[in-house]
C-alpha cells in the first residue's frame, strides 16, 4: 500500500511557504495542504479503528511534523489543524467500528494523499 511522503519533506521541500506567511500572504499550495492535513485527520481515527498496524499516533505526529517544517503564521496553523480536526471528526461521526467502507476509505486516502503529497512536491518544490 503507497505511503504518504513523510510531512516534514513535503515542509522542506516547500521551504518558501514561510516566506509566504512572512508576508502576510498564503502560498500557492495552500488549498492542497489543507487537504493533506483533512487526510491526515482521517487516517489518524481510520486507521486505529479498522486494526491496521499499530501505527498509534502516527498519522498526527506527521501532522506536528508538517506544522513544525512549515512554521505557518498563527491564523494558517489554525486552518491546518481545524482541517485536521475535521478529517478525524467526519469519519468519527459515520463509523464506529471497521466496516469494509471504512476499509475502502482508509485505502482511497492513502491513495489520494500520497498522490497529494507528490505532487504538491512536484509542483511547488524549489520555489
Not at 504518504?4 to 521551504?15: D, E, K, N, Q
Not at 482521517?42 to 498509534?56: A, F, K, M, N, V
Request: glycine content about 10%; aromatic content about 8%; hydrophobic content about 40%.
Amino acid at each position: 500500500m503507497p505511503r504518504f511522503l513523510p510531512a516534514v519533506l513535503i515542509a522542506l521541500a516547500l521551504s518558501g511557504g514561510a516566506a509566504h506567511a512572512a508576508e502576510g500572504s498564503t502560498p500557492p499550495y495552500e488549498t492542497d495542504l489543507l487537504k493533506l492535513a483533512e487526510l491526515l485527520g482521517g487516517l489518524h481515527y481510520l486507521r486505529p479503528l479498522c486494526g491496521i498496524s499499530p501505527e498509534g499516533q502516527t498519522w498526527r505526529l506527521e501532522m506536528q511534523a508538517l506544522i513544525e517544517a512549515e512554521q505557518p503564521s498563527d491564523v494558517r496553523k489554525g486552518k491546518l489543524i481545524a482541517s485536521f480536526n475535521q478529517g478525524f471528526s467526519s469519519y468519527a461521526q459515520v463509523y464506529r467500528t471497521c466496516t469494509p467502507a471504512a476499509a475502502l476509505a482508509v485505502q482511497r486516502q492513502i491513495e489520494e494523499g500520497s498522490k497529494l503529497a507528490h505532487d504538491i512536491v512536484v509542483r511547488y518544490g524549489g520555489n
